[in-house]
């Protein structure tokens, strides 16, 4: 459910109130000249989400009017991006050039009408008459043409006894209209050259403003959705259907503002000039912000749109910070991908007072505050690596990792002390030698030793070595121009990282979170079992807000240094001390407890909400993500919840009324209504479907009608249990229990 109407979804509805349109039909008719990117996206998102919302289809056309840049890649590039996204287009694909004989038909009405000809002067001379935007145009002599010459030219260009550029077909407008786009605009022009689909069966080709209305008209649009930059456009679209006295329904068109990103170009020209000139590996390649490239890094589809929902449908053009996309990635792994440990740049450590060859340690892949499940071992041995910077010599002020002085502790094992250094001959240390303490293990630790952080590491002789690929902003400037502007350490490839085993062997999933490093996806090309590569998908923080010059602020209390997941950060007393609790007491994680003790009006929604149910990871995270959205978005006085309300809905969620997911959909209702969610339950029918009977009769069912899946799956293809649990959430509506459709799934899928 939508928080509120945008312009169009307000347009959509007036017209089918009014009775102007039975059916909403839309299309995405993008150019097959270059692969698409997240601009594309957003009008996917638009077009395919309106037709959806309101019932109706939408069309994907390619406009393939220009044979000289068109290919069957593109063409496919685009299929795939509209169906990773979870889109469906009506029936198949369309083309324009489906219709170019119909195209050409109503061109040779336009001549017998007198409202088109076919000029001969050339380009220079066709840009002299325009005129410009204080002094009207000038009409070619060869506008004076009759329309037997006119219709005798247009065959003979057709043809193909006239070279490229020697004669064009215009439509006969006003050569004095303050639109310049409606000065005698171009409709067909000559080009020999192949077209990838029909061949050397045409020679003259549709000009875009000419075939696009028209290609509407032919597929029933109702509502043909486009960027702003085509608005003055507009005139021509409307002129062609009018003066053609099509009959009804005709389509009409509409425009929004084409989504900008700052450190970031959307320009095909500027991509194909990043791909040509081999400044990027491809089209996919993981720095750029074609659809293709972003999957590659390991965005997900409902990161993009959701990204796409969140910067929203508006008139004016705007920039969008990067930021904000990555924040979207963010907040969609953080609660899914398993969290292990890979060292990037490792230091051996060999621990001396280690008699045993090596053990396992039980190791949960998802913190407390993540409600899924799942363990793996860690080995551990006498030798293990660490990242080089997470010890020093002579550490400044406030480090608190591993130092000659300073024992820190390993993530899920022992703590660990310095005994020892070895270097090589230029100083640099090759091998720290320490101790451990066996009785400080992670869980039971009774060695009362006190330390100030966690650091993550790998055991020396399982450890499996990878490549990892960590990709930054593909442009320094935020508003880049071009090559010049280039950031030349965008892309720094590590050979030889090291990573827990399980990782590799075990392949829990093709998403991590690398502890401390940020999140990586297992690259889709390039990785084999024998060589993994991994590619940074995005910070576990905004790297980039550090660099950028801070606004001065005025102090009202002194600062004091507080340590989150290994940084050093500044807090006021007061922020330091909600920090404390949160963390110490109420058990949330670093981020979450930074956030809340650092904004006023989230930790007081917190601390209603908590008053009301004591659940504080859950009240956290909805708050910290959905609530703090919403205030940013609207403010804080435009609320129509209450902390009560969020309350009440956490508890249905702690009780298993509901899922979480039915809970992300009550939430986008009272968002929008204010109603009380229990109500909103029980009305729409929501409650949680948790009797095992009901989901083994569901999933029975599920797995009789995929036979081939079961078998891959029972071959070895366990990635088929997510399909599975899938079926099966699906024929619920999402109501029943996650927990009770895995255990159920795993018992019958045996």
């Known amino acids: 459910m939508k ?119 050339d380009e220079e001379e066709m840009r002299e008459l325009r005129g410009t935007v204080t002094e009207a145009g000038k009409h070619s002599k060869y506008a004076s043409r009759t329309i037997e010459e006119n219709l005798e030219m247009f065959e003979r260009m057709c043809k193909g006894e006239f070279q490229d550029g020697e004669h064009v077909l215009r439509a006969k407008i006003d050569m004095s209209a303050a639109n310049m786009k409606m ?5 067909y022009r000559i080009r020999h050259a192949e077209h990838f689909r029909t ?44 003066t053609l006295e099509l009959n009804p329904p005709r389509p009409y068109q509409y425009e929004f503002a084409r989504l900008g ?45 959701t990204f796409c929902d969140q910067v929203g449908i508006a008139k004016a053009n705007s920039m969008v910070d990067v930021a904000q996309l990555e924040f979207t990635i963010r907040d969609d792994l953080n609660p899914k991908v398993p969290r292990v440990m890979c060292v990037l740049d490792p230091l051996k450590v060999t621990i001396e007072n280690y008699e045993g060859s090596s053990e396992e340690l039980d190791a949960s892949y998802y913190p407390d505050d993540v409600p899924r499940e799942g363990t793996r071992k860690l080995p551990f041995s006498r030798e293990i690596y660490i990242e080089r910077d997470d010890f020093e010599e002579n ?70 070595k990878v490549e990892v690929r960590l990709y930054d902003r593909l442009y320094s400037s935020e508003m880049p121009e071009g090559i010049e502007d280039l950031n030349p350490n965008s892309l720094q490839v590590i050979k030889d990282a090291l990573i827990e085993p399980a990782v590799v062997t075990e392949k829990p999933d093709e998403r ?56 050093v950060v500044a807090m006021t007393p007061e922020q330091e001390s909600l920090f404390a609790r949160y963390r110490e007491m109420l058990k949330l994680n670093s981020e979450v407890a930074n956030t809340l003790a650092r904004d006023v009006d989230l930790s007081a929604f917190f601390e209603e909400a908590l008053a009301v149910l004591h659940s504080p990871v859950n009240l956290a995270n909805i708050i910290t993500n959905e609530v703090a959205r919403e205030i940013k978005q609207s403010g804080k006085e435009a609320l129509k919840f209450t902390p009560k309300q969020i ?21 986008e209702e009272i968002v929008t209504s204010g109603e009380n969610p229990v109500k909103i339950v029980e009305s729409k029918g929501l409650v949680q479907i948790s009797d095992p009977e009901i989901i083994g009769s569901m999933i029975d069912a599920v797995i009789e009608k995929n036979p081939d899946n079961l078998e891959k799956f029972r071959a070895g293809n366990k990635k088929l249990l997510g399909f599975f649990v899938g079926q099966v959430l699906k024929a619920t509506g999402g109501k029943a229990n996650p927990k009770i459709v895995n255990q159920l799934l795993a018992q019958k899928l045996g």
């Open 395 to 464: 550490p400044p002020k406030g480090y608190f990792r591993l130092t000659p002085e300073q024992p820190v502790r390993l993530k899920h094992g022992y703590i660990i002390a310095c005994k020892e250094l070895i270097k090589d001959s230029d100083g640099k240390i090759t091998e720290i030698k320490a101790e451990y303490y066996p009785t400080s293990q992670s869980g039971s630790d009774t060695s009362g030793i006190k330390v100030k952080s966690a650091i993550h590491w790998v055991s020396g002789d399982k450890a499996k």
């Open 183 to 187: 000065r005698d605009p171009l409709m």
């Open 647 to 667: 309350a009440e809905l956490i508890k249905m969620v702690d009780d298993t009324t509901i899922s979480n997911k039915i809970a992300k959909q009550v939430f």
């Open 3 to 121: 928080q509120s109407k945008n312009f169009l979804q307000t347009i959509v509805e007036k017209d089918l109130e009014s009775g102007k349109n039975r059916e909403i039909v839309t299309r995405f008719p993008p150019e097959p000249n270059g692969f698409p990117h997240i601009g594309h996206a957003k009008s996917i998102f638009i077009n395919f989400g309106i037709a959806r919302d309101y019932n109706g289809h939408c069309n994907l056309r390619m406009d393939d009017t220009n044979p000289t840049k068109e290919d069957t890649t593109y063409v496919e590039a685009l299929k795939d991006a509209v169906t990773w996204l979870g889109y469906e287009w009506e029936g198949n694909v369309r083309f324009t050039s489906d219709y170019f004989a119909q195209i050409h038909e109503y061109a040779i009405k336009l001549i017998k009408m007198d409202r088109a000809y076919v000029d001969s002067v």
């Open 512 to 567: 991590f979170q690398f502890e401390r490093q940020g999140y990586f996806f297992a690259d889709p090309i390039d990785y084999t079992d024998e060589k993994p590569v991994y590619n940074k998908i995005v910070g576990l923080k905004d790297s980039w807000a550090k660099k950028r010059k801070a606004a001065p602020q005025k102090a009202q209390t002194k600062e004091k240094k507080v340590q989150i997941d290994g940084e």
């Open 261 to 305: 990103i700052n450190y970031t170009v959307m320009s095909k020209r500027k991509l194909l000039e990043l791909v040509e000139g081999n400044y990027v590996s491809g089209w996919d390649d993981p720095r750029l912000p074609t659809i293709a490239g972003l999957r590659r890094k390991g965005y997900t589809p409902e990161s993009i749109v």
């Open 199 to 242: 061949g050397s069966e045409w020679c003259i080709y549709p000009m875009y403003d000419f075939a696009h209305c028209l290609s509407d008209y032919i597929e029933g649009v109702s509502h043909s959705i486009c960027t702003l930059e085509f608005e003055n456009n507009r005139d021509i679209y409307n002129w062609v259907l009018d």
